[in-house]
Protein backbone atom coordinates (compact mmCIF):
# COMPACT_ATOMS: atom_id res chain seq x y z
CA UNK A 1 0.00 0.00 0.00
CA UNK A 2 1.31 3.50 -0.67
CA UNK A 3 0.43 6.03 2.40
CA UNK A 4 -0.52 9.44 1.59
CA UNK A 5 -1.88 12.46 3.07
CA UNK A 6 -3.89 15.33 1.08
CA UNK A 7 -3.43 18.85 1.94
CA UNK A 8 -5.75 21.31 0.12
CA UNK A 9 -7.82 23.81 1.66
CA UNK A 10 -10.34 23.62 0.06
CA UNK A 11 -12.60 21.16 1.27
CA UNK A 12 -14.77 19.70 -2.23
CA UNK A 13 -11.33 19.07 -3.88
CA UNK A 14 -10.24 17.07 -0.90
CA UNK A 15 -13.26 14.78 -0.36
CA UNK A 16 -13.38 15.07 -4.34
CA UNK A 17 -9.80 13.61 -4.51
CA UNK A 18 -10.23 11.22 -1.82
CA UNK A 19 -13.19 9.56 -3.60
CA UNK A 20 -11.22 9.13 -6.71
CA UNK A 21 -8.21 7.31 -5.15
CA UNK A 22 -11.13 5.26 -3.28
CA UNK A 23 -12.66 4.22 -6.39
CA UNK A 24 -9.61 3.93 -8.68
CA UNK A 25 -6.61 3.89 -7.14
CA UNK A 26 -6.92 0.89 -4.13
CA UNK A 27 -3.40 1.21 -3.79
CA UNK A 28 -3.28 4.15 -2.39
CA UNK A 29 -4.47 4.64 1.46
CA UNK A 30 -5.76 7.94 2.92
CA UNK A 31 -3.79 8.39 6.25
CA UNK A 32 -4.90 12.22 6.54
CA UNK A 33 -6.88 15.29 4.73
CA UNK A 34 -4.86 18.54 5.95
CA UNK A 35 -6.89 22.09 5.29
CA UNK A 36 -3.52 24.00 5.56
CA UNK A 37 0.05 23.90 5.16
CA UNK A 38 0.72 23.93 8.75
CA UNK A 39 -1.62 20.96 9.33
CA UNK A 40 0.41 19.25 6.52
CA UNK A 41 3.81 19.64 8.12
CA UNK A 42 2.15 17.79 11.49
CA UNK A 43 0.66 14.89 9.71
CA UNK A 44 3.92 14.36 7.68
CA UNK A 45 5.73 14.38 11.25
CA UNK A 46 3.08 12.16 12.11
CA UNK A 47 2.32 9.88 9.45
CA UNK A 48 5.59 9.70 7.78
CA UNK A 49 3.67 9.18 4.33
CA UNK A 50 4.88 7.32 0.72
CA UNK A 51 3.37 10.53 -1.23
CA UNK A 52 1.89 14.09 -0.63
CA UNK A 53 -1.25 15.67 -2.86
CA UNK A 54 0.21 18.58 -2.41
CA UNK A 55 -1.72 21.98 -3.57
CA UNK A 56 -0.39 24.87 -4.76
CA UNK A 57 -2.12 27.66 -4.25
CA UNK A 58 -3.20 27.70 -0.51
CA UNK A 59 -3.30 30.81 1.54
CA UNK A 60 -0.73 32.01 4.16
CA UNK A 61 1.50 29.30 3.15
CA UNK A 62 1.52 27.91 0.05
CA UNK A 63 2.57 24.46 -0.88
CA UNK A 64 5.94 25.64 -1.90
CA UNK A 65 6.57 27.25 1.10
CA UNK A 66 5.76 24.19 3.08
CA UNK A 67 8.17 22.20 1.58
CA UNK A 68 10.73 24.75 2.45
CA UNK A 69 10.44 23.75 5.77
CA UNK A 70 10.81 20.60 5.64
CA UNK A 71 14.71 19.44 6.25
CA UNK A 72 13.91 16.43 4.37
CA UNK A 73 11.41 14.58 1.45
CA UNK A 74 11.44 11.05 1.79
CA UNK A 75 8.22 10.61 -0.22
CA UNK A 76 6.94 11.33 -3.42
CA UNK A 77 4.88 14.19 -4.28
CA UNK A 78 1.72 15.22 -6.90
CA UNK A 79 1.14 18.26 -6.99
CA UNK A 80 -2.72 19.41 -7.55
CA UNK A 81 -3.73 23.09 -8.94
CA UNK A 82 -6.54 24.78 -10.30
CA UNK A 83 -4.54 27.34 -12.55
CA UNK A 84 -1.89 26.55 -15.59
CA UNK A 85 0.57 28.91 -14.57
CA UNK A 86 4.52 29.60 -14.22
CA UNK A 87 4.58 27.49 -11.33
CA UNK A 88 3.55 24.72 -13.29
CA UNK A 89 6.34 25.40 -15.73
CA UNK A 90 8.78 25.08 -12.58
CA UNK A 91 7.22 21.98 -11.94
CA UNK A 92 7.56 20.51 -15.36
CA UNK A 93 11.31 22.02 -15.12
CA UNK A 94 11.78 20.08 -12.25
CA UNK A 95 10.40 16.37 -13.46
CA UNK A 96 7.99 16.57 -11.17
CA UNK A 97 4.45 15.53 -11.78
CA UNK A 98 1.41 17.54 -11.27
CA UNK A 99 -2.41 17.25 -11.51
CA UNK A 100 -4.52 20.09 -12.89
CA UNK A 101 -8.39 20.68 -10.87
CA UNK A 102 -11.13 19.26 -11.60
CA UNK A 103 -8.35 15.97 -11.92
CA UNK A 104 -9.37 13.98 -15.07
CA UNK A 105 -9.09 9.80 -14.28
CA UNK A 106 -6.55 9.08 -16.72
CA UNK A 107 -4.28 11.29 -15.66
CA UNK A 108 -4.53 10.58 -11.51
CA UNK A 109 -4.17 6.47 -12.78
CA UNK A 110 -0.55 8.22 -14.66
CA UNK A 111 0.53 9.90 -11.77
CA UNK A 112 0.02 7.17 -8.80
CA UNK A 113 1.67 4.31 -11.17
CA UNK A 114 4.66 6.64 -11.42
CA UNK A 115 4.89 6.51 -7.38
CA UNK A 116 7.65 4.42 -5.62
CA UNK A 117 7.06 3.73 -2.06
CA UNK A 118 10.65 3.91 -1.40
CA UNK A 119 11.35 6.99 -3.17
CA UNK A 120 14.47 7.65 -4.67
CA UNK A 121 17.27 9.79 -3.22
CA UNK A 122 17.03 12.55 -6.44
CA UNK A 123 13.69 13.67 -5.00
CA UNK A 124 15.29 16.48 -2.58
CA UNK A 125 17.53 17.10 -5.73
CA UNK A 126 14.15 17.74 -7.72
CA UNK A 127 12.80 20.00 -5.07
CA UNK A 128 16.08 21.66 -4.58
CA UNK A 129 15.61 22.56 -8.65
CA UNK A 130 11.70 23.52 -8.40
CA UNK A 131 12.04 26.22 -5.67
CA UNK A 132 15.33 27.94 -7.56
CA UNK A 133 13.16 27.81 -10.75
CA UNK A 134 10.81 29.68 -8.57
CA UNK A 135 13.39 32.33 -6.78
CA UNK A 136 13.39 30.98 -3.75
CA UNK A 137 17.02 29.70 -3.89
CA UNK A 138 20.07 30.76 -5.61
CA UNK A 139 19.90 29.55 -9.12
CA UNK A 140 22.47 26.54 -10.57
CA UNK A 141 20.90 26.59 -13.85
CA UNK A 142 20.46 23.09 -14.15
CA UNK A 143 16.73 21.34 -15.81
CA UNK A 144 15.55 17.90 -15.09
CA UNK A 145 15.23 15.48 -18.14
CA UNK A 146 12.74 12.57 -17.92
CA UNK A 147 13.76 9.43 -19.57
CA UNK A 148 12.24 5.83 -19.70
CA UNK A 149 14.30 5.24 -16.79
CA UNK A 150 13.69 8.08 -14.47
CA UNK A 151 15.27 11.13 -15.02
CA UNK A 152 18.58 13.14 -15.67
CA UNK A 153 19.93 16.34 -13.98
CA UNK A 154 21.74 18.53 -16.60
CA UNK A 155 23.64 21.64 -16.67
CA UNK A 156 21.96 23.88 -19.30
CA UNK A 157 25.11 25.37 -20.40
CA UNK A 158 26.47 21.64 -21.63
CA UNK A 159 23.57 21.05 -23.74
CA UNK A 160 24.19 21.65 -27.47
CA UNK A 161 21.82 20.77 -29.12
CA UNK A 162 18.30 18.86 -28.95
CA UNK A 163 16.92 16.83 -32.12
CA UNK A 164 12.66 16.32 -32.34
CA UNK A 165 12.15 12.31 -32.74
CA UNK A 166 8.32 12.20 -32.85
CA UNK A 167 6.64 11.79 -29.18
CA UNK A 168 10.74 12.20 -28.00
CA UNK A 169 13.37 14.30 -28.09
CA UNK A 170 17.51 13.44 -28.03
CA UNK A 171 19.10 15.47 -26.09
CA UNK A 172 23.10 15.82 -26.91
CA UNK A 173 25.63 17.12 -24.16
CA UNK A 174 29.49 18.61 -24.61
CA UNK A 175 30.11 15.13 -22.97
CA UNK A 176 29.15 13.08 -26.24
CA UNK A 177 26.85 11.87 -24.76
CA UNK A 178 23.22 11.99 -25.94
CA UNK A 179 20.28 11.22 -23.82
CA UNK A 180 16.32 9.94 -24.81
CA UNK A 181 14.09 12.60 -23.06
CA UNK A 182 10.22 11.86 -22.97
CA UNK A 183 9.31 14.95 -23.62
CA UNK A 184 8.47 16.56 -27.38
CA UNK A 185 10.95 19.28 -28.87
CA UNK A 186 8.38 22.32 -28.24
CA UNK A 187 7.87 21.09 -24.16
CA UNK A 188 11.85 21.07 -24.40
CA UNK A 189 11.91 24.95 -26.08
CA UNK A 190 9.60 26.42 -23.47
CA UNK A 191 11.54 25.02 -20.69
CA UNK A 192 14.61 26.85 -21.89
CA UNK A 193 13.16 29.73 -23.28
CA UNK A 194 15.15 32.34 -20.98
CA UNK A 195 18.48 30.59 -21.88
CA UNK A 196 20.36 31.11 -25.13
CA UNK A 197 18.67 28.50 -27.01
CA UNK A 198 16.96 28.91 -30.53
CA UNK A 199 14.37 26.90 -32.51
CA UNK A 200 16.09 26.86 -36.12
CA UNK A 201 14.31 24.13 -37.55
CA UNK A 202 11.24 22.04 -37.04
CA UNK A 203 13.10 19.55 -35.48
CA UNK A 204 16.09 20.98 -34.20
CA UNK A 205 16.62 23.48 -30.84
CA UNK A 206 20.28 24.52 -30.85
CA UNK A 207 22.36 26.59 -27.95
CA UNK A 208 23.45 29.82 -29.40
CA UNK A 209 26.78 29.61 -27.47
CA UNK A 210 27.96 26.62 -29.27
CA UNK A 211 27.29 27.82 -32.58
CA UNK A 212 31.30 27.32 -34.23
CA UNK A 213 30.12 28.82 -37.83
CA UNK A 214 27.55 29.72 -39.75
CA UNK A 215 27.18 28.56 -43.68
CA UNK A 216 25.02 29.98 -46.23
CA UNK A 217 22.51 28.79 -48.22
CA UNK A 218 18.62 28.66 -48.97
CA UNK A 219 18.04 28.53 -45.16
CA UNK A 220 21.69 27.27 -44.68
CA UNK A 221 22.84 25.57 -41.39
CA UNK A 222 24.92 26.01 -38.30
CA UNK A 223 28.27 24.02 -37.25
CA UNK A 224 28.28 22.70 -33.92
CA UNK A 225 30.71 22.60 -31.24
CA UNK A 226 30.66 18.91 -31.58
CA UNK A 227 30.73 18.73 -35.55
CA UNK A 228 27.25 18.32 -35.75
CA UNK A 229 25.62 20.11 -38.54
CA UNK A 230 22.09 21.59 -38.49
CA UNK A 231 20.18 22.87 -40.96
CA UNK A 232 18.00 26.46 -40.71
CA UNK A 233 14.37 26.80 -42.32
CA UNK A 234 14.34 29.85 -44.13
CA UNK A 235 11.77 30.90 -41.91
CA UNK A 236 14.34 30.57 -38.93
CA UNK A 237 17.16 31.90 -40.94
CA UNK A 238 16.47 35.87 -40.35
CA UNK A 239 15.98 35.29 -36.79
CA UNK A 240 19.42 33.22 -36.39
CA UNK A 241 21.12 36.55 -38.21
CA UNK A 242 19.95 39.07 -35.89
CA UNK A 243 21.66 37.18 -33.04
CA UNK A 244 25.25 37.77 -33.93
CA UNK A 245 24.56 41.32 -35.57
Do not use: W
Not at 18 to 46: D, F, H, P, T, W
Not at 236 to 242: A, F, Q, S, V
Amino acid sequence: MIKAIIIDDEAHCRETLSMQLAKYCSQVNILAECRSASEGLKAIAEHAPDLLFLDVEMPLMNGFEMLEQLSSIPFDIIFTTGYDTYAIKAIRFSALDYLLKPIDKDDLLKAVAKVNPQPEPHMAQQIELLLQKLGHKPALQKIALPSLQGFELVLIDTIIRCEADNNYTHVFLKSRQSLLVSRTLKEIEELLEESSFLRVHQSHLINLNEIIRYVRGEGGYVVMSDNSTVHVSRSRKDELLKMFR
